[in-house]
């Protein structure tokens, strides 16, 4: 798209399982909308993961609005194979708007609208939804001699099976569900060491991501009832089940530094290793947002609901439970994206008060 800009109701940024649950109910709602993803074909973030990747819920419970995931062969979690055609699948059958690839580079406020600059041209749009998740964003924290080791390190996002690793010394660092699904499958082939800076706790086995969504909804609104962490931490999808029967989940306290050929605790005891996976997290991307000048002290842009306090016509969606109870999860994001909707439709309407700074 080139010469003058191309002017939308609402733009979505990012065409991932957020992007396209905004899109079911900008379709639903007859709004004037486009969605702009950076991927050169359907599936989000779920296209660059480890082919052994499983959800944590079963299908009917790990699904878009208006479209239920089918069940994979035999029953069981999808795995993200089966979520990326899910996702293909979705937005053809609901015949979303979706321009690809297409990158944004900045939003910035213009008049009455925000103006959203693309290496195929510029956009405004009277609401811009921001969906890029956090994917595109890997965190690796800081320790010293980090840039000493001689061995290889890479964080989840590179992880992509087990083969390069057979035979390999691995640390593993970080106590979520990533790190233990590929310690799992890692330990198979290679001596691993499971690090983390508290003792990870697996939840029962009858609970999963059903059962975490409700708990992340009780928790923000406020109600009684145990939080996630009350319950444990990672959820025993079946290899990590497999992997705790077998004992490979035992895990070691977080050294406090690497050195050349390995890590070190605190009390001086070091293990030489080939490799150190980073499951360590990520961090939102919203770098395409700083022109609006809108982060906190803590990075986050301050929101209420999806709503960004200081630009009423941005919304955030999809990045985690700052944006709404489990809203970096398929099912979270659908119902987030319905209520964000919902009050981008009022605004539109004026009774909302969709005007900028």
Known sequence: MTGRPRQVDVLVIGGGQAGLAAGYHLRRAGADFVILDAQDAPGGAWRHTWPSLRLFSPAQYSSLPGRMMPSPPGGGYPSAADTVAYLADYEQRYELPIARPTRVRAVRRSGESLQVETDAGTWRARIVISATGTWWRPYVPHYPGIGDFRGRQLHTVNYHGPEPFRGRRVVIAGGANSAAQILAELSTVAETTWVTLRPPRLLPDEVDGRALFGLATRRARAE???????????????????????????????????????????DGSDLACDVIIWCTGFRPALNHLAPLRLRGPDGLIPVDGTRALGEPRLHLLGYGDWTGPASATLIGAGRTARDSVAEIMRQLDGSGGASGT
């Open 224 to 266: 009684d009832g145990p939080g996630i962490g009350d319950l444990g931490d990672i959820v025993a999808v079946p290899a990590v089940r497999e992997a705790r029967d077998r004992g490979a989940l035992k895990a070691e306290p977080m050294f406090t530094r690497i050195t050349a050929g390995g890590v070190v605790w605190p």
